[in-house]
């Protein structure tokens, strides 16, 4: 079972996704995580700013375990748009990825510098993944933003126009592009 200090990070990850980062205040997380009044200064002692960064860490994590444990490059493609896909739909379009509405919204250094890190962490990740798979270390760095900044735009405009149709011509372009650059004859797109 997760602590409230747990629980107050996951709420404030979930609230940043739907609202954005401006628009979730400390009582919305206590409100959502049922955490007592008290708990938000004893666990967070930098205020606001201490709990938007270690929400932004949370969904880094999350997205970090998801591109790690992908086998492929394929797979990793696959599962992170399928996860953005579903949270985009069982959340009637509200859900888009919180590292973004950080980043996007920011007004404080410190957490802006958190977003930076979870998309260089990412971008890490995913350039692994595309050189094990075969592709040039220089090439896969360009293919990882790439793939990156597709995703999360697609995210942005699905939410805007409330359809997930720019995330799935997102996604068979970027597999399009995926068979090019591995040379992969795969025949499931």
Known sequence: MATPRERMIMSAALLIRERGAQATAISDVLAHSGAP??????????????????AVDFAADHVADQIS???????????????????L?????RAGCPVVAVAVEADNGQVLERAGAAF???????V????????DEARARELSVFLTSAVEGA????????DVTPLDSTHRQLAALLHTEMGSTRDDR
């Open 120 to 126: 260089t962490r990412w971008h890490d990740l995913i």
């Open 69 to 87: 444990g992908a086998a492929t490059s394929f797979e990793l493609l696959d599962a992170v748009v399928a996860r953005f896909r579903e949270a």
């Open 89 to 93: 739909l069982a959340t009637d379009f």
């Open 128 to 135: 692994d993944r595309f050189v094990a798979d075969g592709v």
């Open 155 to 162: 995210i942005v405009i699905a939410r805007a126009t409330r």
């Open 37 to 54: 009044r008290g708990s938000a200064y004893h666990h967070f002692p930098g205020g606001r700013t201490q709990l938007l960064s270690e």
